[in-house]
């Protein structure tokens, strides 16, 4: 069971009279009566009892000396120690040798703060605190590593030619790019070593700790040294130290207290083995022309380095105008996520496209050919020959006049049209070839049509018979070689309505009835003729034959004619006739109408229009006797009689 300060107090107070009872027999043997000496209190040396020394051969004890005692017996048999907890403790005398009593008292907590005791008056030695227990501290260490590692990124962009060209016939060049990423192995810095120094004191007393260091970097404790630190108290100290390499190392601290010769150390171990913080670790790679795929590279980057490829078409409609470089800049980069920093590269890629003719081809396919038609004509009469009687006036014949159109004959069957081409490209043309399926055209080739120049090239073919169909054309140019052309073109053609249309329609004529009409379709045409005696048949007993052709006529000159002749006799009548004289007074007994106009039955004889045959009857002054006796001559062989002169009017 322990100790506590009072029974150490009880136990030290029966030993001090023990002791005191020993040292009185002892004085009382030496043969004689022993007198008391004079005593005085005295106190133990303050300045022994702040930080007294330790003998590691008695590590837990408080041990107090009191020198230069003349003899044994006159050694105090105890002390009284007064401890930092308030309590007090009887301590006996352990020893005496050499003039000197040694007083132990075991340290179990509280330290000294003072000790008396009483000796003779003629003492003139010293009270001290000969050695304390021995501190002991348990000291234990951490040693933290930590590191940044920041890496780099470089990126580098290539293609394959930088220089392309498109030919003509060509319409498009393909560039291969490659993209190349690669990173370093990591640059590590800010290398730093942190950590913590435990620091407990198990007993038996406090320790003043005067200082605590560390092989890398002044600790900080949180407390002013010295220190106290109480027996089952700790004390935590930490530290931090930035390195300029990551080498590894063992560290070590020291922890010095007061007493004499005393100090506590610690090691730890520390090495740099991964980083606390990677910086850059990832990188987004991005290129102008393509999204990358990956798009994000992170360490480790496998293969290494990592190659990106991928290919850009160029288009010729894209490279306008032709024969123009045109530049195509293209830049890829890294760039690291955390910081942003990176690396770019760039590659400029040149592309021509090579001009090629061009041409615009049109044509047209037109149809012709001519329908002609023939015609005939035929004359009738419904009588060829008449007699007029005595008492007769005439005679009337009927004509039928018919005209005959044929069916349509075809002929002269044409394709032609014209072939035009235009130079709608960005060069000079050379023309070698223009090959119409169904003639040649009256181009003459080769030849160079210029830009936005035209040239129209003519054909024409004739055919036996119609057939509808479609033509076609091609148009060769000096780039055929390279693919350019050739150029084509179609038309249609169907043979339609006829293109000239001949003796279609015709004029049908009479020598005696005139025009009798234009027709365009087979068609007969009516007229009659009368024969009266003295006009057409001027003497009596006399035949006379009248011939009446009737003709058509073609818009091409084309004729045809058919005749008719009719005899016509009158039989005479007595000799003799009615004289002007009786015309003219007897106007009741006219054959015809006294308004009959001369020049529509007689004429002639100077007699001017609108003259009826009454006026010229009755005015043979004005009109002449020769025009009065005709129309004597044509009343009266109206009437039925004879000719006048000579005169026989047997009417009344």
């Not at 007229?527 to 009737?550: L, P, W």
Request: hydrophobic letters at 35%; glycine letters at 8%.
């Amino acid at each position: 069971m322990g100790i506590t300060r009072k029974r150490l107090g009880a136990l030290f107070g029966a030993s001090a009279l023990i002791a005191a009872l020993m040292f009185m027999a002892l004085a009382g043997f030496g043969g004689g009566t022993q007198t008391a000496l004079a005593a005085k209190s005295i106190a133990v040396k303050p300045a022994t009892l702040t930080n007294p020394g330790c003998e590691p051969g008695s590590p837990n004890e408080w041990h107090f000396v009191i020198n230069q005692i003349d003899k044994a017996s006159n050694a105090p048999a105890s002390i009284n120690v007064t401890w930092s907890d308030g309590t007090s403790t009887v301590v006996p005398l352990q020893k005496f040798t050499g003039g000197v009593a040694h007083y132990s008292a075991p340290a179990i907590g509280p330290s000294p703060t003072n000790a008396t005791t009483t000796i003779y008056d003629g003492w003139k030695g010293q009270f001290n605190l000969s050695h304390g227990p021995c501190v002991r501290l348990n000291v234990s260490k951490t040693a933290n590593t930590s590191f940044e590692r920041k890496y780099a990124w470089t990126i580098d962009k290539s293609v394959d030619d930088d220089s392309l060209t498109i030919p003509a016939g060509q319409d498009s060049v393909t560039a291969n790019y490659t993209v190349t990423v690669d990173v370093d192995g990591g640059t590590d810095s800010n290398f730093n070593v942190s950590g913590t120094i435990s620091i407990t004191n198990p007993g038996p007393i406090a320790a003043i700790i005067t200082g605590v260091s560390d092989d890398l970097a002044t600790p900080s404790c949180g407390v002013t040294f010295p220190y106290t630190l109480a027996v089952g108290a700790s004390l935590q100290c930490t530290y931090s130290a930035n390195l300029a390499t990551g080498t590894d190392g063992i560290n070590h601290a020291t922890v010095s207290v007061t007493q004499a010769g005393a100090t506590f150390k610690a090691e730890k171990a520390y090495d740099f083995d991964q980083p606390t913080t990677v910086t850059d670790e990832c990188a987004d790679v991005s290129d102008t022309n393509v999204v990358l795929d990956p798009s994000q590279l992170c360490v480790p980057i496998s293969p290494k380095p990592y190659v990106y490829t991928y290919s850009k078409t160029f288009y010729r409609d894209d490279l306008q105008p032709c024969d123009t470089p045109f530049e195509f800049p293209n830049t890829a980069a890294v760039a690291a996520t955390d910081t942003g920093a990176g690396d770019d590269d760039d590659v400029t890629v040149i592309v021509t496209a090579e001009c090629e003719m061009h041409l615009a081809v049109s044509k047209t396919a037109d149809t012709s050919f001519d329908r002609s038609f023939t015609w005939t004509i035929d004359k009738l009469v419904d009588q060829t020959s008449f007699i007029i009687p005595a008492n007769g006036t005439s005679a009337t014949a009927n004509y039928t006049v018919s005209v005959t159109k044929s069916a349509a004959t075809d002929s002269n069957f044409l394709v032609y049209g014209t072939v035009t081409i235009t130079n709608d490209g960005p060069i000079t043309a050379t023309i070698t070839a223009v090959n119409d399926d169904l003639a040649a055209t009256d181009c003459a080739v080769p030849f160079d049509l210029a830009v936005g120049a035209s040239v129209d090239c003519n054909y024409s073919l004739a055919l036996n018979a119609p057939a509808d169909g479609t033509n076609n054309v091609s148009v060769s140019v000096s780039q055929e070689a390279a693919g350019i052309g050739p150029f084509t073109a179609s038309a249609g053609f169907a043979f339609g309505d006829p293109t000239n249309v001949i003796d279609d329609c015709v004029n049908v004529t009479d020598s005696y009835a005139g025009l009798l009409g234009n027709t365009c379709v087979s068609q007969s045409f009516y007229y009659s003729r009368t024969f009266t005696r003295g006009v057409e048949i001027v003497n009596c007993g006399q035949t006379y034959y009248f011939e009446n052709i009737a003709t058509f006529t073609a818009p091409s000159g084309a004729t045809g004619s058919d005749s008719q002749t009719v005899d016509v006799t009158a039989v005479c009548n007595p000799v003799g006739g009615c004289s002007p004289g009786y015309w003219k007074n007897h106007l009741a007994s006219w054959p015809v109408s006294t308004d009959t106009l001369f020049n529509d039955v007689i004429g002639g004889f100077g007699v001017p229009d609108g003259v009826t045959l009454l006026q010229v009857v009755s005015q043979p002054q004005v009109y002449g006797g020769p025009a009065t006796e005709a129309v004597a001559n044509y009343l009266s062989i109206q009437a039925g009689l004879g000719g006048y002169p000579p005169e026989n009017c047997t009417l009344n």
